[in-house]
């Protein structure tokens, strides 16, 4: 991974013309954006509806964790190219080309994703637009959206239809969001004339100078790239954790099963890593929502197969707190658990649908004395899953447990001691529910060791 010293380097003093630019939606997506184009030499205001997180990115205090932001805020902020306000009548007073970067959650009634955050922006921006403007979103959104926001705004804009809309989806990874901003494996724009595609490409030029293709298409396409890609990768891990079924009901081992088969060049071992599952705000919701949406268009057997995929994916949560029962000998109630990991992924504070948080929430509720330690989530996990107990120390949480549970794969659980956390425990169990421990090296130092789709490791 490229350090975000060497990101901003390589990607600093080589725009020809500068430009104005609005970031609306400050969140994960939009603050890593509007720093980026700050830092590249455009004149950047970042705007949102949330006046203490404006004040916090204002102070390079994100109201969020990322690796490398705090870096790359301050030396947007260095520059005084880039500024951040609640108010609408300054971002369409100063922006040129105006990014949406708002989010699309999953609806609270359905699978469908909330869209009413895009409609708020334009609602809010739109009015505003009395000069010919270029409007670019980024937010994951069902196909057919896209086009009724270019006829909003043209509608409700005094500039009418000298405002042009572009969609050119994001692909943001939380924790390489930095990296994913200033050198993308791609940009995809989806345009309803190049003009507009050619405009987007000389705003993203210092960017696109580092080789990344740079993909045209047309509006429809490009609000189904991203729905589709996390679509593809959803389904692949979730084909790894069915092979992880198989394997626990026939003695044989995943991570091997995966090394076999990820030697294959048309399969590839990425995103083949068997375990709890994923979770986190993109992937679960953007599967789900997909469904939808194709369901509303009539097609929704197209994408059948994709409620096994999801369905996979909770069943592995289920699995680990079964595995974590026969740990203990078939009862939790009572029993000291010490859960490592609160969020969804590592390097991330994000708890969104977090498989660990609700392995540590069941086995809570189902009568253990669970602990959770996490480097950075645990703020965001008391806030939303309060019953469990939450410990900053990982030699805490552990202290006289009857069973760990290995749940999200920071570096520091990883390069944890098994003698060392041996000493602390009252019982050498362990689960690892990512599959990245070494299980020799606890077995050696006496633990019991039980993986998700290993029904011999550490043997």
């Known amino acids: 991974m490229t350090s975000t010293s060497d ?46 997180k404006i004040a916090r990115l204002a102070k390079n205090d994100p109201p969020f964790y990322e690796p490398g932001l705090d870096e790359l805020l301050e030396a947007a902020l260095a ?59 980024k937010s994951t959104v069902p196909v057919g ?8 705004l043209a509608e409700i804009a005094p500039a009418g239809a000298g405002v042009r809309l572009a969609w050119s989806p994001e692909f943001t990874r939380e924790g390489f969001a930095v990296q994913d901003a200033l050198e993308p494996d791609r940009v995809v724009v989806g345009v309803d004339r190049q003009e507009d595609a050619d405009e987007l490409g000389e705003v993203l030029a210092p960017v696109l100078a580092l080789g990344m293709p740079y993909v045209v298409v047309d509006l429809a396409t490009a609000q189904l790239v991203k729905n589709a890609a996390n679509a593809f990768l959803a389904t692949k891990i979730s084909f790894i954790n069915a092979m992880a079924e198989l394997c626990e009901a026939t003695g044989a081992d995943v991570v091997a099963l995966a090394d076999a088969i990820g030697h294959d060049a048309r399969i590839g ?45 909770l069943r592995r949560r289920r699995r680990a707190v079964d595995m974590t029962t026969e740990l203990l000998g078939g009862t939790v109630e009572g029993a000291r658990v010490a859960v490592l990991g609160a969020a969804f992924k590592p390097d991330s504070d994000d708890i969104r649908d977090s498989p660990a948080l609700d392995v540590a929430t069941t086995l809570h509720e189902l009568g253990a004395q ?5 480097p950075k989530a645990l703020d965001n996990a008391r806030r939303s899953r309060p019953g469990p107990d939450y410990v900053d120390d990982v030699r805490e949480a ?16 990883r390069a944890l001691d098994p003698v060392e956390l041996g000493d602390l425990v009252a019982h050498k169990r362990i689960l690892d529910g990512r599959n990245v ?22 043997r």
């Open 7 to 52: 990101l901003i380097a390589r990607t600093s003093g080589s725009l020809e013309r500068p430009r104005r630019l609005t970031v609306v939606g400050c969140g994960y997506l939009g603050s890593v954006h509007a720093a980026a184009m700050a830092v590249v030499g455009h004149d950047v205001v970042g705007f949102d509806v949330d006046a203490d």
């Open 79 to 137: 520059t005084g190219r880039l500024r951040f306000t609640s108010s609408y009548d300054e971002a369409a007073e100063h922006g040129e080309v105006h990014f949406l970067c708002v989010g699309t959650p999953q609806r609270a009634d359905s699978n469908a994703a909330d869209t009413s955050y895009v409609e708020s922006a334009v609602e809010g921006l739109g009015p505003l637009l009395d000069r010919p403007c270029l409007v670019v979103g």
């Open 145 to 152: 959206l896209a086009e009724q926001v270019r006829d909003r």
């Open 269 to 313: 071992r990425r995103f083949l890593q068997a375990g709890l599952g994923f979770g986190g705000g993109c992937l679960p919701k953007d599967l789900r929502g997909f469904m939808a949406r194709a369901e509303e268009l009539g097609v929704d057997q197209a994408l059948a197969f994709l409620r096994e995929v999801d369905d996979i994916n």
């Open 370 to 374: 669970v602990r959770v330690t996490d």
């Open 398 to 413: 552990v202290r006289d447990a009857d069973v760990v549970l290995h749940l999200t794969e920071w570096k520091a659980f």
């Open 437 to 458: 421990l070494d299980a020799a090296a606890y077995a050696a130092a006496g633990w019991q060791v039980r993986a998700l789709g290993r029904p011999n490791a550490g």
